[in-house]
């Protein structure tokens, strides 16, 4: 992506790979100090789940992303995105829980607690090689990809589009879900995966991995911007627009659409991968939840409110939506719901292009009152 | 000026043999033989619901004909090639309600249609070239479009759709243009120059224009083919054309 060209729509492209780095690396160093660095007496210090909840958003910020490229880019309204994040997640998750080796509450040197406890005699095949890290990262891409890439072969070679694709990835990921949720599958069951000690020989409970994980995830943020934001800049950018606004018409040319969107459906697939995988360590378990068909539908509201179509309205939406979820989960817990239905009502119907496009039009109509103010009194308007 | 002589015969580019083709039982094309030499400019006129946009659609891959050939150049048969496919043989559209994407610049439009690099793979590495370039300005002076080459696409008046897409058509370098009503919603100055365009590019192309407006018609032809309920009801010089009562009967007159 180092050399992907700037140009076209976009006007000329000030370089924005240093900015976005830089940016990330400053939060980045200012949560770090303050948390490890001010004393926890300091009014500036910034306590550790704070850190972790930061990590957390800036995880569902690339989940944001990823879906912002198929939604707003590609115009597929992907109401099971979740479920890459889920598989990305549960990538990591079997990592973690090979870490655990016999440290577990029954003592078996290779079989996870919930093997043992389902009276299982060996490790299934698929958890294999799950004790290197440097196969799970592979997974952790790898997995969710191939699910995107094998459903968008056949939905968009079979160019199905619209509402019926919007089901078939909701189903997809409710599938999923139940799938997960069987002991049989070998994934926990219900439970999921859970009691993780340490990554890397880190423990996972210590102050200094969870501000490690929280700048991992605001990199692999950072990072997953900049490549969404190069193909979306890039001519290919411009074909896939095009195929949103008119797929018909590019095929008329000589474009085959359905290979454009199954690029963009599975690269934004992996980013959402690599977001579930960050997401666990820090929370600390991956169950079937996470494909719960209400789990997409809510990353959908949180591209909504930021504004689908930008990219950083995604990543914004995601975490002023989560915030707000964290704060009233806490304070009011059963009034969540209604605030997410009510979010989605009010934007859809009011704020159609997010907070992002409200920024932009105030910005527009106040810089209109400004050069009206200035005009001298009486002058004709042309 | 009319001493043409014998008919100058160049090699024949398109040939459909026989298409018929129904929808719920009704035929919109119906037993369709039409043959395009390399070089010459087809007028293609005939009544609402003619299938002339049906035929086109035929030629393109979006509609498979249920019986009958469609054969290109040397011996392809265009039945079996999807619509991408038929594209890249080097067959352009202009379609009848001018469909140009509304949310690129004109720029970005032209660019999109430029010749080649239709894969994944090309379109993440393309860079505009400078050959690209000169190839995109010579292009908007063609259309008449250069100072609107930064506008979005969706902000230009009908005319200049049309315009803007017939730029996309060239863009593409076809060796057969598929022109569908091309001057609705011109000024009569743009029809002009559209005309003085088309006649132009007959000269190495083989072009077919499907037009309704008459006088345009009369400005361009040089061979018509009048379709009528989905098949071909007479074909000739427009002169001839003209006199025909049959024609008169179910089109000209009206
Ligand atoms: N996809 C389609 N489905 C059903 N009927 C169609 C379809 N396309 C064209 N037709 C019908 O075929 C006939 C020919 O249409 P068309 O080729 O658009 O005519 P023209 O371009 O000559 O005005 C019309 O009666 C039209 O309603
Ligand atoms: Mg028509």
Redesign the interface.
């Known amino acids: 992506m180092s050399e ?2 700037v ?3 976009g006007g000329p492209g000030r370089s924005p790979t240093a900015a976005v780095l830089g940016v990330a690396l400053v939060v980045v160093s200012v949560v770090g100090v303050l948390n490890q660095a001010v004393g926890e007496s300091s009014a500036l210090h910034v306590p550790t789940y704070v850190v972790t909840l930061l990590g957390k958003y800036a995880c569902y910020a690339l989940l944001a992303v990823a879906l912002d490229l198929v939604w707003g880019y590609l115009g597929i309204l992907s109401l099971g995105h979740g479920a890459f994040f889920a598989l990305g997640g549960y990538a990591m998750g079997m990592h973690l829980m090979r870490e655990i080796g016999p440290r577990g509450v029954y003592g078996h040197p290779v079989l996870p607690d919930f093997m043992v406890f389902l009276d299982w005699k060996t490790l299934p095949w698929y958890w294999h090689g799950f004790d290197s890290f440097a196969f799970a990262l592979v997974m952790v891409v790898l997995v969710p990809a191939a699910l995107a890439f094998v459903f968008g072969w056949l939905a968009f070679r079979s160019r199905v589009t619209g509402v019926y694709l919007s089901i078939m990835t909701q189903a997809l990921t409710y599938a999923l879900m139940l799938a997960f949720f069987r002991n049989e599958m070998g994934f926990g069951g219900n439970n999921g995966l859970t009691d993780f000690k340490d990554v890397l020989g880190l423990d996972l409970q210590s102050d200094a991995t969870r501000v490690g994980l929280f700048v991992c995830s605001t990199m692999a943020l950072a990072a997953g911007y900049l490549l969404a934001r190069g ?1 979306v800049r ?3 950018g ?2 896939v ?2 195929i949103r ?2 797929e ?9 659409p359905e ?2 969107k199954l ?1 963009v459906f599975t690269v934004s697939a992996a980013m959402a991968g690599v977001a579930g995988a960050l997401y666990v360590p820090q929370v600390g378990i991956i169950n079937p939840g996470e494909f719960a068909p209400l789990s997409s539908i809510e990353l959908v509201v949180w591209v909504a409110v930021g504004g689908r179509g930008t990219l950083h309205g995604a990543a914004l939406g995601a975490v002023l939506v989560n915030y707000a979820k964290t704060w009233l989960t806490g304070t009011y817990p059963e009034v969540w719901l209604f605030a997410l239905g009510a979010m989605f009502v009010v934007v859809t119907l009011v704020l159609p292009r997010g907070i992002v496009g409200l920024a932009a039009t105030t910005r527009a109509a106040w810089a209109r009152r400004v050069t009206g103010a200035s005009r001298a009194p009486g002058e004709v308007v042309p | 000026m009319s001493l043409v002589g014998p008919e100058v015969h160049t090699p024949t580019l398109l040939y459909l043999d026989g298409v018929s083709v129904s929808f719920d039982g009704f035929k919109a094309i119906d037993g369709l033989s039409l043959v395009v030499d390399e070089t010459e400019l087809r007028c293609v006129i005939g009544p609402n619901g003619a299938g002339k946009t049906t035929m086109m659609d035929i030629i ?1 891959g ?1 509609t498979r004909p249920d019986t009958g050939r469609v054969e290109y150049a040397d011996g392809v048969d265009l039945t079996r090639c999807d ?2 496919e038929i ?2 043989l080097g067959i352009g ?1 202009k ?1 009848q309600k001018p ?1 140009v ?5 004109v ?2 439009n032209l ?3 430029l010749a080649g690099r ?3 793979a090309a ?2 590495r ?3 070239g400078p050959e690209d370039r000169d190839r995109i300005d010579e292009l908007l002076a063609t259309v008449n479009l250069r100072g609107l080459r930064h506008r979005l696409a969706g902000t230009l008046s009908h005319g200049q759709k049309q315009w803007l897409e017939i730029g ?1 058509l060239l863009a ?1 370098r076809p060796r057969l243009l598929l022109v569908d009503e091309p001057v609705a919603g011109m000024t009569a100055q743009e029809t002009e120059r559209t005309a003085e365009l088309l006649v132009g590019l007959a000269t190495d192309h083989a072009v077919v224009v499907v037009e309704h407006d008459m006088e345009f018609v009369r400005s361009i032809a040089r061979k018509v083919t009048v379709l009528h309920q989905g098949r071909v009801l007479a074909e000739g010089p427009m002169s001839v054309i003209q006199d025909d009562p049959l024609v008169n009967a179910v089109y000209l007159g009206e």
């Open positions: 992907s060209p140009h076209g729509s193909i890039s001519r290919l411009r074909v627009t095009a606004d008119g018909g018409r590019v095929r008329s040319l000589g474009y085959r290979r454009y690029f | 393109t979006r619509e991408s594209a890249n559209r379609f469909t994407f509304e949310h690129h610049t720029d970005d660019e999109l249609a239709r894969s994944v379109s993440l393309f860079a505009l996309m593409q």
